[in-house]
């Protein structure tokens, strides 16, 4: 399935890049903050403390609009917690994601600060948990929403770097459900990159006040 949706993305990019659709691409990366949030029957309760991983994307943003884009990534990220019981156990999973934004700007004379919201569509591919509770196997195909903010750093000539940071809850439907015991990630994102403009001979835009 992976493998056909990944095909499916290769010959997309050139019929996407002819209608000029395709706005900019680019990569990013940065560290995840997350941790669990479990409900046992109708108790919710939390994982003692985070754990930090790693996240890394490339991306494509879609459409040419000055307030409104569409941004579609591939990412990999690193979530998980850390649980205190007689001692210190880790439980850490690992995720690919395909995930589409829609990308709120306004545009400012040193830069574009901007808003994402959108979905997210996960696929864990391996999972080392230690804990007790969570001996199980997490879903191997999770749906998630995400919200951001972020800045567009303004230069002239080149890509553009920018940073961001996002919320990821697992708003939709747990991560691991075993009957009675569910378990949600509870994620924040530190993310910078940098993207370069499909289309390098074009007029750049004039940033407003």
């Known amino acids: ?21 395709l706005n900019a691409f680019g990569i990013m990366g940065g560290a995840t903050v997350a941790t669990h ?14 754990i930090t991983g790693l996240n890394g994307s490339c991306f494509w943003e879609l459409f040419d609009k000055d307030h409104f884009r569409w941004q579609t990534e591939l990412q990999y990220n ?5 649980d205190k019981y007689d001692q210190t156990l880790k439980n850490r999973v690992h ?8 990308k709120i700007r306004s545009m400012r004379i040193a830069g574009t600060p901007y808003a994402l919201v959108g979905p997210r569509i996960e696929y864990l ?4 948990t230690q804990s007790p509770d969570m001996q199980g196997r997490f879903n191997r195909i999770h749906i998630s929403g995400s919200l951001g903010i972020g800045w567009e750093f303004e230069v002239h000539r080149g890509p553009k770097p920018f940073v961001e940071m996002q919320f990821n809850p697992d708003m939709f439907m747990p991560a691991y459900n075993a009957g009675d015991f569910r378990v ?15 289309n390098r001979d074009r007029c750049p835009k004039t940033n407003r006040k």
């Open 37 to 50: 949030k479990y409900r046992f029957t109708n108790t919710e309760f939390d994982s003692n403390k985070y």
């Open 95 to 102: 995720y690919f994601c395909w995930n589409n934004f829609l």
């Open 184 to 198: 949600r990630n509870f994620v924040l994102e530190l993310r910078v990159g940098a993207k370069l403009y499909w």
């Open 125 to 128: 591919f391996w999972q080392d």
């Open 1 to 21: 399935m992976l493998k056909r949706l990944a095909l499916n993305i290769i010959l997309f990019l050139p019929l996407v890049s002819q209608a000029q659709f």
């Open 78 to 82: 690193q979530k998980g917690s850390i």
